[in-house]
C-alpha cells in the first residue's frame, strides 16, 4: 500500500505489516483513503477526531445553507384598510428573510368581471413594498384569482448572516446588563459594610483615662516625752 504519513507527507509503497507497526509507534489509527488506486493509499490520522470534525464541518454548512422558500398570502379585491396593513406587514418580513412571496387575489361571484380592481391593488403592494422586494411574476389571471410573485432584494443567505449578527448583538447587550447589574449590587454591599463600620464607630463608648494615684505626704514624726 502507499502510506500517508500524519502530516501528509509522503512515507512511500510499504507492506501491511510495516504500516501496522507504524500505526502501532504513532498511536495512531490506519485508514484506508483510496481503495481503488492500484496500490491502494491509507493514511495515519485518529479516526475519532477525524469523524468529529467532518460532522462539525457538515453542520456548519447546513446552518449556511440557504433554501428557497415561497410563502403565500392571500387578499381580497375589497380587501379592509386594517387587513390590507397587517397583510402587507407579513409580506415585508418575508422579504426582509429573503423569501419570495406568492400574491393571490381571490375573486368571488360578480368581482371576477372587474378584474383590475386585483391588478390595481397588486400594483400597490409591490410599490409599497419596492424597497425591499421586486416583481418577479407579473399579475396574471388564473380562474378566479389573481397571481404575482415577489422576489427578495436582499440574498437568502445575506438575511441569515443578519440575523445571526443581530442575535449575537442582543445577547451580548443582556450579558452586558447583567455584569453591570451584578457590579451596581457588590458597589452597594460594600457601600453598606461601609455604613455598618461607621456606625460602629460611633456607638462604641470612649474609653476613661484612669487617674494616677497621689502618693502619700509623709507626716512628721511625734516627740518623744514631753
Given at each position: 500500500?502507499?502510506?500517508?504519513?500524519?502530516?501528509?507527507?509522503?512515507?512511500?509503497?510499504?507492506?501491511?505489516?510495516?504500516?501496522?507497526?507504524?500505526?502501532?509507534?504513532?498511536?495512531?489509527?490506519?485508514?484506508?483513503?483510496?481503495?481503488?488506486?492500484?496500490?491502494?493509499?491509507?493514511?495515519?490520522?485518529?479516526?475519532?477526531?477525524?469523524?468529529?470534525?467532518?460532522?462539525?464541518?457538515?453542520?456548519?454548512?447546513?446552518?449556511?445553507?440557504?433554501?428557497?422558500?415561497?410563502?403565500?398570502?392571500?387578499?381580497?379585491?375589497?380587501?379592509?384598510?386594517?387587513?390590507?396593513?397587517?397583510?402587507?406587514?407579513?409580506?415585508?418580513?418575508?422579504?426582509?428573510?429573503?423569501?419570495?412571496?406568492?400574491?393571490?387575489?381571490?375573486?368571488?361571484?360578480?368581482?371576477?368581471?372587474?378584474?383590475?380592481?386585483?391588478?390595481?391593488?397588486?400594483?400597490?403592494?409591490?410599490?409599497?413594498?419596492?424597497?425591499l422586494?421586486?416583481?418577479?411574476?407579473?399579475?396574471?389571471?388564473?380562474?378566479?384569482?389573481?397571481?404575482?410573485?415577489?422576489g427578495?432584494?436582499?440574498?437568502?443567505?445575506?438575511?441569515?448572516?443578519?440575523?445571526?449578527?443581530?442575535?449575537?448583538?442582543?445577547?451580548?447587550?443582556?450579558?452586558?446588563?447583567?455584569?453591570?447589574?451584578?457590579?451596581?449590587?457588590?458597589?452597594?454591599?460594600?457601600?453598606?459594610?461601609?455604613?455598618?463600620?461607621?456606625?460602629?464607630?460611633?456607638?462604641?463608648?470612649?474609653?476613661?483615662?484612669?487617674?494616677?494615684a497621689?502618693?502619700?505626704?509623709?507626716?512628721?514624726?511625734?516627740?518623744q516625752?514631753?
Amino acid at each position: 500500500m502507499r502510506l500517508v504519513g500524519p502530516s501528509g507527507e509522503q512515507v512511500g509503497i510499504v507492506p501491511l505489516a510495516k504500516a501496522l507497526e507504524l500505526a502501532q509507534e504513532y498511536d495512531l489509527d490506519l485508514v484506508e483513503v483510496a481503495a481503488t488506486a492500484r496500490p491502494p493509499v491509507c493514511k495515519l490520522m485518529d479516526y475519532g477526531k477525524f469523524k468529529y470534525e467532518s460532522a462539525m464541518k457538515a453542520r456548519e454548512a447546513r446552518k449556511n445553507q440557504a433554501h428557497t422558500v415561497i410563502k403565500e398570502m392571500k387578499l381580497r379585491p375589497k380587501i379592509d384598510p386594517h387587513d390590507y396593513d397587517t397583510k402587507k406587514g407579513h409580506v415585508v418580513r418575508f422579504l426582509k428573510q429573503g423569501d419570495k412571496v406568492k400574491i393571490t387575489i381571490m375573486f368571488r361571484g360578480r368581482e371576477q368581471s372587474r378584474p383590475e380592481l386585483g391588478f390595481r391593488l397588486l400594483q400597490r403592494l409591490a410599490d409599497d413594498v419596492q424597497d425591499l422586494g421586486f416583481v418577479e411574476s407579473s399579475p396574471k389571471q388564473d380562474g378566479r384569482n389573481m397571481i404575482m410573485v415577489l422576489g427578495p432584494h436582499k440574498k437568502k443567505t445575506e438575511a441569515m448572516a443578519e440575523a445571526r449578527a443581530l442575535a449575537d448583538a442582543r445577547k451580548a447587550e443582556r450579558q452586558g446588563r447583567t455584569t453591570g447589574s451584578d457590579a451596581d449590587a457588590a458597589a452597594a454591599d460594600e457601600d453598606v459594610v461601609t455604613e455598618d463600620a461607621v456606625a460602629e464607630a460611633q456607638d462604641a463608648p470612649a474609653e476613661a483615662e484612669a487617674p494616677e494615684a497621689e502618693a502619700p505626704v509623709e507626716q512628721p514624726a511625734a516627740p518623744q516625752g514631753a
